[in-house]
């Protein structure tokens, strides 16, 4: 198979899709079917976890954007641009459909409490779930959006940790992240397990949308991309013994009863996913290209599945994994017309960017 070690040559829109449409999947699986009734094969599609390949593209990417950035102001004004906008109009999307299907009438919500709730919406506290909206849906508006105060985190850290290391000067560097990726990586194997015992109190809650214990992934990309040059012939074309690698790790994980995917994938399974990832990333060039059209719609996918799923539960929809098809197919109209009428002439205003080293959705 052709393979490719030009950085800018990837299929990451196309992963970034696919890791969407897997957090999709296992959403419908969560809220339309009953714990004894999941499917014998969800522990495969758990193996291929969306949020941290998310993560770990997502440090590859920025870091690689902020490397090109002649200017803060651009780096910032870019990521806003592929954050904000299309993140708005979701969220008035949404207040949309709660109002018609949920029954919510937001002129009876007290108006200092609306008002701190659309606020936290519109900046950094899209974890923020009020207590009137939980009678709607899962009783979640919008739970994916978690994500996006932890990916605006990654994008703050990234000038900060290149500025007090002077990384942008130099290409050494590898010692100093790695002194800093394998803490937080020991932290966030720890809140994986700890979770499910802490889970109800609030420090946690709060401690879980820090970058802590996540950032170990996005420092893994930032380190593949800094060191690309001499690693890219691990991974260009050779996904096949990636792929195989990791069944077997994946396999073995499951067989011993351990988690192997989630949002916090067992420790033991990340280098080979990474390998994973980036193989494929750099495996058959231009497949991304070819299948989407440079058509970039993983970031609408993913913040506008939550809303559709609430809104089929509104509804009172029923039929577990036959939901997947109709779920999926409103959430690409949603994805593509978010992509056509506001993402891509958001992006037309971004300066200075490189196709395939955009910025990634959440």
Known sequence: MRSSTDI???NFDLLRLIAALQVVVEHVIEHFLPASRLPAWDWVLQAFPGVPVFFMISGFLISLSFERSKELRIYVQNRMLRIF????????????GFTLLGGVRLTEVPFGRLLAWAGAQITVGQFYNAPWLRGYGSGVMNGS??????????????PIIYGIFRLKQRRSGTGILLALTLPFWICGAWFGVVRHGLEDQLWFKLFGVTFVPYVYLFLIGVLVQ???DRLSFLFAGRWPWWLGGYLIVAAGLHAAGLTIGTNWPHPLGIPVLVGLVFSLAYSAPGLADRVLRRHDVSYGVYIYHMPVINAFLALGATGGLTLVTPVVAVTLL???TSWFVVERPMLRRKQQTLHGATAPGP
């Not at 959006?145 to 703050?156: G, K, N, R």
């Open 145 to 158: 959006l978690w994500t996006i105060p932890v990916e605006l985190q990654f994008y703050a850290l990234v």
């Open 334 to 336: 949603l994805a593509l």
């Open 8 to 10: 800018r040559i990837n």
């Open 226 to 228: 800094r060191n690309w």
């Open 85 to 96: 906008p299309a993140l708005w109009v979701c969220l008035l999307v949404t207040v949309i």
